[in-house]
C-alpha cells in the first residue's frame, strides 16, 4: 500500500488555502509552490517555494522529495498543466492531483458543456501517463461551491439585499454543493493511507449538502422574518440553447457562467451526483439542516441584513 508525506501544493489562494489547512490537519507535510510575483503569505505551509510555473525545470527542483502534487490553480488549460505534471514525473512524484474541482464530469450531457473542456482535455492527458505507468493520479470534484457570494447574490436562489430571487424551472431541483473546507478535507482524505488504493487513478466526488433553490429561499426568507422575495422563473432549457448560440456566433471562444445552469441544474446532467459520492467511504458527514441554516445565517449577519 502507498504511503504519502510530502505534498506540493500549487496554489494557495482561495481554495488553495482551505486545502492546505486540510492537509495540515490529516498530518501531512506540504510545500507551498507559488508564481515567482504572488504576495500571498501560504499559512500553516512547512516551506514555500517562489517559482516559474512556466519552467519544467524549476518545477522540477520544487517537486524533488515530494510524495504528490495537488494543484488548486485556476483556469487550468493543457498547455500549461502538461509542464507542471511533467516535471512532477521528472521529479519522481507518485501522485498528482489535477484541478478539477467540478460539478459532474464523467456525465455524457455535461461534457458537452464548453465550461469543461479544458479539463476534459487536461483529464484524458493524465489518464495516459497513469496507463503507461508513468504516474497515478486522482482528482476531486464537488458541485457547485456553497459559499455566500453564489447562493446569496441571486445567481442561484434569493438575493438577500434585493429581496428577489431567480430559480429554475420551479427552483426544486437539487444540485450537490460543497463547502471549499469540505473540498479540502477531501483532496486530504483522499491521500490518507487507508484510502490511497481506492482513490488511485479515479476521481473523487465530495459534497456538503444537497440544495434547491427553492429550500435556500424559504430558508432565508424564515431567517429574514418572512420576507417574500420576488422571483424569477428561468427555463434550464432556454438558457441552454442561448448559451450555445453565443458560443458558436464567438467562433467557440469565450466562458459563458449561462453554461452553469444545465451542469448544475439540466435534467439528465448529473448535478446532484450523491450516489457517485465518495462522502462515507471518506468518512465526511453530511451537512445537517441546522447546520445548512447556521451557515447562512452566517452569512446574513455578515452582511448586516440580520
Known amino acids: 500500500m ?30 507551498a509552490i507559488q508564481r515567482k510575483d504572488s504576495t500571498n503569505v501560504p499559512k500553516g505551509a512547512a516551506k514555500s517555494l517562489k517559482v516559474d510555473l512556466s519552467s519544467e525545470a524549476d518545477l522540477t527542483t520544487a517537486f524533488k522529495n515530494q510524495d ?76 457547485p461551491f456553497l459559499v455566500p457570494y453564489l447562493w446569496l447574490s441571486g445567481a442561484m436562489g434569493p438575493n438577500a439585499k434585493a429581496k428577489t430571487a431567480t430559480i429554475h424551472d420551479g427552483g426544486n431541483k437539487t444540485v450537490a454543493t460543497t463547502t471549499l473546507e469540505r473540498i479540502g478535507e477531501g483532496v486530504a482524505a483522499s ?6 488504493e481506492k482513490t488511485k487513478n479515479k476521481p ?3 459534497y456538503s449538502t444537497a440544495l434547491s433553490e427553492r429550500k435556500v429561499v424559504d430558508m432565508v426568507s424564515k431567517l429574514l422574518g418572512g420576507v417574500e422575495f420576488k422571483e424569477t422563473d428561468l427555463s434550464v432549457e432556454q438558457i441552454t440553447k442561448d448559451a450555445f448560440a453565443r458560443w458558436e456566433a464567438s467562433d467557440k471562444k469565450g466562458h459563458d457562467f449561462a453554461f452553469y445552469m444545465p451542469f448544475c ?24 439542516d441546522a447546520e445548512v441554516e447556521e451557515f447562512f445565517k452566517r452569512a446574513l ?5 440580520i
Do not use: C, H
Open 68 to 143: 504528490v502534487v495537488v494543484s488548486a490553480l485556476p483556469y487550468p488549460r493543457l498547455a500549461s498543466d502538461k509542464i507542471w505534471m511533467n516535471a512532477a514525473i521528472n521529479a519522481g512524484v507518485k501522485r498528482i492531483v489535477p484541478s478539477e474541482y467540478s460539478t459532474n464530469l464523467e456525465n455524457k450531457n455535461a461534457q458537452k458543456l464548453p465550461i469543461i473542456f479544458s479539463k476534459l482535455e487536461i483529464r484524458k492527458y493524465i489518464e495516459g501517463l497513469a496507463s503507461e505507468g508513468k504516474i497515478e493520479w486522482s482528482s476531486v470534484n464537488n458541485g
Open 265 to 288: 441544474y439540466g435534467d439528465g446532467y448529473g448535478g446532484d451526483f450523491r450516489d457517485q459520492a465518495m462522502n462515507k467511504e471518506l468518512g465526511l458527514k453530511e451537512m445537517t
Open 301 to 305: 449577519k455578515k452582511q448586516g441584513l
Open 191 to 196: 491521500l490518507l493511507p487507508g484510502n490511497v
Open 204 to 206: 473523487i466526488y465530495v
Open 2 to 31: 502507498s504511503s504519502f508525506k510530502n505534498i506540493a501544493l500549487l496554489a494557495t489562494g482561495n481554495l488553495g488555502s482551505r486545502i492546505l489547512t486540510a492537509l495540515n490537519n490529516a498530518g501531512f507535510t506540504v510545500t
